[in-house]
């Protein structure tokens, strides 16, 4: 008998990959429906101030214009009345805009008006007849400025153990009094995320109490309980349809004030709407990651082992909303120092809020954390891959107990040899390609390898396929091409026997795509629901099935999609004649992790990226001529796709290090990079090929799969890979990203 | 968008006749940057005249010039084999410019027309003396990053974005126009203008005129050339300066030398005095440097652009090196 081929690491194509390239896969702007209409906002031309008079007259009168709402005349949204207990000042901090809800401008381009008209080409002319006008008031959209009142988050304020809270170990800035030490600054400016497919939803009122939308989003869970909040409705009145987002990077993590516009323009017009931000709008209403200002004082032994480091930092928020994220959690574990000190702080400035970008804080305090390594090495006079051995854990330092996996040496081996390292000289400047400087450099990333819990339901159909579903959603990584996998191998049927359905909020719930958890999570749910079917399968076979007539359950065996008694070859029963008998082969399980291994180990991903770059001797242009990426990522399901995740955060990174750079005019607190022309992101030509090399060790501790997540470490540690070997080939040391041509010449 | 009246003529008459009557009409041939500013609202034509039916795409010579019709479009001129053949340097520079599908609808006279890309110009919101006269310019003051430094007024910074014209400019190219007085001739040169009071007019048409034709003359330079495009990425992006740089060599001697910059000045910026310094020296880097400096001179920076100070001399360097092989 023909055994059938492991799924689980094969490189197999996508599931879904038919779809998406020949336009068959719907996004959430692609839905039609019956007297469907059409929404396009109107942005705010001022950062902060009032609405004085806002003129919508031309805008009601033009052709095709079903409504025109403001916070004059929307509608009252139950989820935005008064909190506070002063009633004029309703917008209480902490909680996202309440879209016209008020006459206050918070950010510039804040949405203030929705037009709704019968086609999106009406709806986007009356837009511009829409005028207001304003009482202004100073705006500060400066993050150097704004630093200066920066604080600790209200999390770590109410909490000292909150990841957000000041750390210590040892001395507190030991670093200050040591021989050999370093003390420097960097920057990461705003950064926007892009995906794609710009946010998109299509909102409909099925019945006054009843809402659908399709809806560009992270989680169909978080999106439901936030709009079922918002209009006061049980959970399950609210359907959340994501069937395929067109990237994210984490700006869909969050509920923002376009889908509250559409929700409402849909009531008031008692029609479908479908609003598609601009490109424009992306830049100002979605998320972005935080401006960054942080400084890393480090010390060490003449033998290269750290004494201490301090690491601060400080990231801008908005003044409604308070954004925090990981940026100093790499620093506090990495690398073996007795004495550490991290301070985290936020800075509220008139712009929107923040949001995740991939590889969130984590990315942008690597840039400074491995930076400053490269520096340290450097003053030291040792090769950075061996000061980073040298201060190699072998245990987590911050929580003082041990991995539960970690192959971060293996990661360097294979990336030193991938990379050719031993070409790499020690003093910059030394290697040259014609008018090219040649340089290497390296860096670490690292994120939590987090498992939360996650429902599936698995259900044998008659024609013997086995849907699985679970309202998680596939921003891009594969999602469903995993999941058919590990399906596969568990049930032991072929890929093609497999139908993995996803992003549907009437699905089986998950958290959101989001983290690096979604294999760790769901993963494991499918396969706890697929052992959970096979269950179901020997009970129904042994309560039934005439060749099963004498057996005990525990006897049935399952495999290549047959049922098999003991060493009996000739009882063999395909799994779909079970369906010939009474009792429903559907299950659906909840999966979570068990036992304290959350308590006794540390569990991370980690990464480790070298860089080849030329850097043009006359004119500083950047080329990334080679990156090797290497991941100890747990068990591999896919080869092609995690590759191919790991591919894209490469990209990103170098996107990150060479040229992304969202910039606001700040006498008018407005941006002026407002399109592709103005705000870069790598093209073919700009990106390499990258080498992928993947540790594949399962990490038994996360889950009996063994992942431990990819998509965070792609891109954590890319940026200063590129920006030490732009180091390591000119002598220049470039602490604020993007490193572009005009900081090197 | 606002509304607007489409018209399609066949006739060039018809077409100048059309625009000269009617000062909020436009001429529209590949859009590439007109559709742009129509959906943004920086320009607002009540009627478009569509010239594409128009016959003027072709590319003959014509005695010891190359005509380059005013539609062919910039991926036909970039691959032509005469133009290949005898202006390199054009070549070169169309291929650097936009994206292959953006060049596949492009045309000559289009890509000579094509606004500024100053932030301040698109965004409505925001001061332009260029689109709106009297309201300031956003950019002196302003993230001014990408801007002028040659030929500015304190009206306006901004700077002229073809990478085509920086070499139709370097290599003495003649514009060919009809209006309604009829037909006359622009040295390439005196084609765009410097912003001085009237930021708002980019070039020297006068109201209804069409390009018809660009001609580039015979000339030796047809080996020894480079066009070097400084961005932030490899491909696709405005140029923060570009320097076309061509050579007549005997030798190791310059006999003749065509130097011209882009990403500097309101138009493209011929560098005459740098060219007359590379006439009769060896091709050298110290030459080069020599006319490198010339070319600076009366160069000067704004906050966020003095990185175009030590780029340009570098920038010029690079591409002398290049079309010299040395």
């Known amino acids: 008998m023909k055994t059938l081929d492991k799924q689980i690491g094969a490189p197999m194509n996508r599931v879904d990959g038919h779809q998406k390239v020949t336009g068959a896969a719907k996004y959430s702007a692609e839905y039609e429906l019956p007297g469907m209409s059409y929404g396009v906002l109107v942005g705010s031309t001022i950062a902060k101030g009032r609405i004085a008079h806002i003129d919508t007259k031309a805008a009601v009168g033009a052709p095709g214009v079903l409504a025109v709402i403001t916070h004059l005349n929307s509608p009252q949204v139950p989820g935005f009345k008064p909190t506070g207990k002063d009633p004029s000042q309703p917008q209480t901090v902490g909680g996202p805009l309440k879209i016209f809800h008020d006459d206050k401008v918070r950010f510039n381009d804040q949405p203030i ?592 799969l063994g992942t431990k997540g990819i998509g965070e470490i792609a891109t954590i540690g890319v940026a200063p890979a590129i920006a030490n070997a732009i180091f390591n080939a000119t002598g220049k040391r470039v602490r604020e990203l993007p490193i572009t041509p005009d900081k090197l010449v | 968008m606002n509304q607007f009246q489409y018209v399609r003529p066949t006739k060039p008459q018809a077409a100048i006749d059309a625009v000269a009557k009617d000062a909020n009409a436009k001429f529209i041939a590949g859009g590439t940057n007109l559709v742009d500013l129509m959906k943004r609202g920086v320009m607002t034509p009540q009627k478009l005249v569509d010239i594409n039916r128009l016959p003027l795409a072709k590319i003959e010579r014509q005695g010891n010039t190359l005509r380059l019709g005013a539609l062919a479009l910039n991926s036909a001129v970039a691959n032509d084999a005469q133009v290949r053949e005898r202006h390199p340097l054009l070549s070169l520079a169309l291929n650097a410019g936009a994206s292959p599908q953006l060049r596949n609808m492009a045309t000559v006279g289009g890509n000579m027309l094509q606004r500024t890309r100053c932030t301040y110009f698109y965004d409505l919101s925001m001061p332009c003396n260029k689109r709106q006269p009297g309201t300031g310019c956003g950019a002196l003051e302003g993230i001014n990053r990408m801007h002028a430094i040659f030929g500015f007024s304190d009206k306006c910074i901004a700077v002229h974005p073809s990478d085509m014209s920086v070499a139709l400019v370097a290599l003495d190219a003649t514009v060919l126009v009809s209006g309604p007085k009829g037909n006359r001739q622009l040295a390439f040169a005196d084609f765009h203008r410097l912003p001085g009071d009237t930021p708002e007019r980019d070039s020297n048409l006068e109201p209804g005129e069409l390009i018809t034709a660009v001609d580039v003359p015979d000339s030796p330079f047809t080996k020894h050339v480079h066009y070097q495009k400084v961005r932030e990425r490899a491909s696709y992006a405005f140029a923060l300066l570009s320097v076309a740089a061509a050579l007549d060599l005997d030798g190791n001697t310059i006999k003749a030398a065509r130097l011209a910059m882009g990403g500097v000045a309101h138009k493209p910026w011929r560098l005459t005095a740098a060219e007359q310094v590379l006439v009769g020296k060896p091709a050298t880097e110290d030459t080069f440097r020599q006319a490198a400096t010339v070319a600076m001179q009366g160069a000067k920076a704004f906050k966020h652009n003095a990185y175009k100070l030590r780029l340009a001399p570098n920038t010029i360097v690079q591409a002398l090196k290049t079309a010299a092989a040395v």
């Open chain 1, 113 to 704: 008006a929705l037009v709704v008209a019968d086609t999106f080409e009406r709806a986007r002319y009356a837009a511009r007849l829409v005028m207001a006008h304003y009482t202004q008031e100073t705006h500060q959209t400066n993050m150097a400025a704004g630093a200066k009142d920066a604080f600790l988050p209200t999390s770590a304020q109410k909490n000292p153990k909150s990841p957000m809270a000041d750390y210590q170990r040892g001395q507190a800035d030991a670093y200050k009094t040591a021989a050999l030490k370093i003390e420097q600054e960097y920057v990461i400016p705003t950064e926007m995320h892009h995906p794609m497919e710009m946010q998109a939803i299509t909102a409909h009122w099925e019945a006054p109490d009843r809402l659908t939308i399709y809806d560009k989003t992270q989680g169909t869970i978080g999106t439901r309980r936030d709009f079922a909040k918002e209009w006061n409705l049980p959970e399950a009145n609210v359907q959340v349809i994501a069937t395929f987002v067109g990237g994210a990077f984490g700006n869909a993590l969050h509920s923002w004030p376009h889908e509250s516009a559409a929700i409402i323009g849909a009531k008031v017009v008692g029609r479908p709407v479908k609003l598609m931000l601009t490109r424009e709008q992306m830049f100002t209403q979605v998320g972005y990651r935080p401006y960054t200002w942080q400084k890393v004082g480090m010390s060490a032994t003449a033998d290269g082992k750290i004494t201490a480091i301090t690491h601060e930092s400080i990231g801008q928020t908005s003044t409604y909303e308070e954004f925090t994220e990981s940026t100093l959690a790499q620093t506090r574990m990495m690398y073996q120092s007795p004495n550490l000190t991290t301070r985290y702080r936020i800075a509220a400035l008139d712009v929107g809020t923040p949001i995740w970008m991939r590889g969130p804080g984590e990315a942008t305090g690597a840039f400074a954390l491995e930076s400053a390594m490269d520096e340290m090495a450097y003053l030291l006079k040792l090769d950075p891959l061996e000061f980073r051995l040298r201060n190699y854990t072998d245990q987590d330092p911050e929580k003082n107990r041990p991995w539960s996996t970690k192959f971060l040496k293996e990661c360097y081996r294979a990336g030193a040899e991938r990379i050719g390292w031993t070409k790499r000289k020690l003093e910059p400047g030394a290697l040259r390609d014609g008018d090219w400087l040649v340089g290497y450099g390296m860096g670490v990333g690292t994120f939590g390898a987090h498992r939360g819990a996650a429902h599936v339901s698995a259900q044998l159909l008659p024609n013997g396929t086995v849907v699985l579903q679970c309202a998680t959603t596939d921003i891009g990584p594969g999602t469903g091409t995993a999941m058919t996998q590990i399906a596969a191998d568990t049930l032991g049927l072929p890929p093609e026997k497999i139908r993995f359905e996803l992003g549907n909020s009437g699905f089986p719930q998950s958290g959101s795509q989001g983290g690096s958890s979604t294999v760790n999570t769901v993963g494991q749910a499918v396969q706890d629901a697929c052992m959970a079917l096979k269950d179901k399968l020997r009970e129904l076979a042994a309560a039934g099935a005439p060749a099963f007539a004498s057996a005990k359950k525990e006897d049935v065996a399952l495999a290549n999609g047959y049922l098999t008694l003991g060493s009996n070859a000739a009882t063999r029963v395909p799994y779909a004649d079970l369906l010939k008998q009474p009792g429903a082969a559907l299950v659906n399980v909840e999966s979570k992790p068990t036992g304290n291994d959350g308590q006794l180990y540390s569990m991370y991903s980690f990464s480790v990226h070298f860089a080849e770059v030329r850097v043009h001797a006359l004119t500083g242009e950047v080329r990334v001529s080679k990156l090797v990426s290497c991941a100890d990522a747990g068990t591999i399901i896919n080869q092609k796709t995690a590759a191919n995740q790991m591919k894209g955060g490469a990209v990103g990174g170098i996107g990150m290090a060479l040229m992304e750079h969202a910039i606001i005019d700040d006498r008018y607190g407005r941006y002026v990079t407002k399109d592709f022309a103005d705000y870069h992101v790598p093209v073919h030509a700009d990106a390499p090929a990258v080498e992928v090399y993947f540790v594949n060790q399962p990490d038994l501790h996360v889950n009996a």
